[in-house]
Nanobody, 119 residues
Framework: QVQLVESGGGWVQPGGSLRLSCVAS????????MGWYRQAPGKEREFVAS???????SYADSVKGRFTISRDNAKNTVHLQMNSLKTEDTGVYYC?????????????WGQGTQVTVSS
């Protein structure tokens, strides 16, 4: 079992920045990818970014150039640096971990952290 705990969400004005963190505990030896999904009110959960154990990254087109994902394997932690935030980035951000590439059916999920971008 793997447990994921997110932190770093909050409120920020458009153009601002936030940094999300996800700390994993438990049996991490079989985890290949970690990353983030988000869900806005009334919308489906969508992929944001992922990173593999060997630091290969992937981003949704909507966040490329603004968000950066990083992974510290020694600390079992994943960070998401979010810059130039837009109102459409508002939502609950969920950390995910999976023995394969991340999908909506990923094995492990955190409880989520709220990100609100508004003026």
């Amino acid at each position: 079992q793997v447990q994921l705990v997110e932190s770093g969400g909050g409120w920020v004005q458009p153009g601002g920045s936030l940094r999300l963190s996800c700390v994993a505990s438990g049996s991490m030896s079989g985890i290949y990818a970690m990353g983030w999904y988000r869900q806005a009110p009334g919308k489906e959960r969508e992929f944001v970014a992922s990173v593999t154990w060997n630091s290969e990254t992937s981003y949704a087109d909507s966040v490329k150039g603004r968000f950066t994902i990083s992974r510290d394997n020694a600390k079992n932690t994943v960070h998401l640096q979010m810059n130039s935030l837009k109102t459409e980035d508002t939502g609950v951000y969920y950390c995910a971990a999976n023995p394969k590439a991340l999908t909506l059916r990923s094995a492990y999920w955190g409880q989520g952290t709220q990100v609100t971008v508004s003026s």
